[in-house]
Structure formats: C-alpha cells, structure tokens
C-alpha cells in the first residue's frame, strides 16, 4: 500500500481523480481536511515516481 511505498502509479492517478470528483460531496471541514491529505499525499507520491523516471539511467541506444 502506499503507506508501504509500493502503490502504482495507475492506483495513485485513480485516488487523485477520485478525490476530485468526490470533495463536493462533502461538507464537513473533517472530512474535507482529510481529503486535502490524501491528495496531497497522493500527488507528491506521484512526483517522486515522475522525478524517478526522468532521472533512470538510459541504457546504450536509448533516447531520454
């Protein structure tokens, strides 16, 4: 899990988008704080996949 560090990025784009969608549907500053969390802590995990990506070592023959 993502607590784990090994959530997808498939997964953590689905919980971004998902959160979009459903913070209207909530009312309670509660509830509307901990959305706030999650997302954010879905993007930076996001962020640090992206960053990963772009800065993999390009093997013989690969463009970057």
């Known amino acids: 899990g993502m607590l784990a560090g090994c959530v997808s990025r498939a997964t953590l784009d689905r919980l971004v988008a998902l959160v979009e969608t459903k913070r209207e549907d909530f009312v309670d500053p ?13 993007r930076v995990e996001l962020a640090k996949l992206n960053f ?11 463009k970057s």
């Open 30 to 42: 509660g509830l509307q704080a901990v959305l706030d969390e999650i997302d954010l802590r879905a």
């Open 52 to 62: 990963a990506a772009a800065n993999e070592p390009q093997g013989p023959g690969q």
